[in-house]
């Protein structure tokens, strides 16, 4: 079943433009050690060594595994700065996926892509979806991780009004509603104590109009 999401839904407290917002760069972690280390183990398990990756909505710190070698890493992000202080990018670009939702990439460029914390800031994630989608490699996965916590005033009200639970379901919809995507999965990868970590892993469809 497909939810139809009002427009309400993606509006936020702050419409002033996201450039103003991310104007200054933010060396801090957004989530804890433990909930780090979670999202490194799943782009552990989900993203082959060597590889071309693509870390949407980077910044100074990607959470891939120090010891694994990938061939490419893209990082696209608002900040300039944080992004030339990623030390796990190949290459960055500075893009509003807000304002601009069509990714700078050729069809099945990349074997896998993430995005971490990140999603609920999103006024169009399913066209986001969508584009992710095509410059993955048919069944390369799609990483999304998120815990308990955001930046309120540029989240979506969708998900400002929703629970923990809710927002494993709202990105599985999100998933489906765009179309290219299968073997949907919900996870919950919580450490014992911190902050808790959630994702939703999703595999590009074997064909792109699927
Ligand atoms: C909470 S930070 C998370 C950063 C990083 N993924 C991490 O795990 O530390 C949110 C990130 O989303 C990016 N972002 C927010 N709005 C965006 C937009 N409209 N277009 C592209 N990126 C955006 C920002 O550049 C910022 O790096």
New binding site residues.
């Given amino acids: 079943m497909q939810i139809q999401f009002p427009p309400e839904a993606f509006l936020r407290q702050d419409e002033t433009p996201?450039e103003q917002?991310?104007e200054y760069p933010?060396f801090v972690?957004?989530?804890d050690d433990g909930a780090i280390a979670a999202?490194t183990q799943l782009y552990r398990e989900y993203f082959a060594p060597n590889s071309a990756i693509l870390?949407?909505?980077?910044?100074?710190?990607?959470?891939l595994p120090n010891d694994v070698v990938y061939r490419r890493v893209v990082g696209?992000?608002?900040?300039r700065e944080?992004l030339s202080r990623n030390k796990q990018l190949t290459s960055f670009i500075v893009?509003?996926?807000?304002?601009t939702p069509t990714l700078p990439f050729s069809d099945e460029e990349f074997d896998g892509a993430g995005?971490?914390?990140?999603i609920d800031?999103?006024?169009n994630p399913v066209a986001i979806l969508r584009e992710v989608g095509r410059v993955l490699k048919p069944n390369a996965p799609f990483v999304v991780t998120f815990s308990n916590r955001?930046?309120p005033t540029?989240a979506i009200a969708a998900w400002l009004y929703t629970s923990d639970e809710d927002h494993l379901h709202l990105v599985a919809a999100f998933f489906r509603a765009a179309g290219n995507w299968t073997d949907i999965e919900l996870l919950n990868r919580s450490p014992k104590r911190g902050d808790p970590l959630y994702a939703v892993v999703a595999k590009r469809a074997p064909s792109a109009h699927a």
């Fill in positions: 996201d917002f991310y933010r972690a957004h989530i999202v870390d949407l909505m980077s910044s100074w710190i990607s959470h696209l992000g608002m900040n944080e893009q509003n996926l807000n304002t995005c971490c914390v990140s800031y999103l006024t955001c930046f540029k």
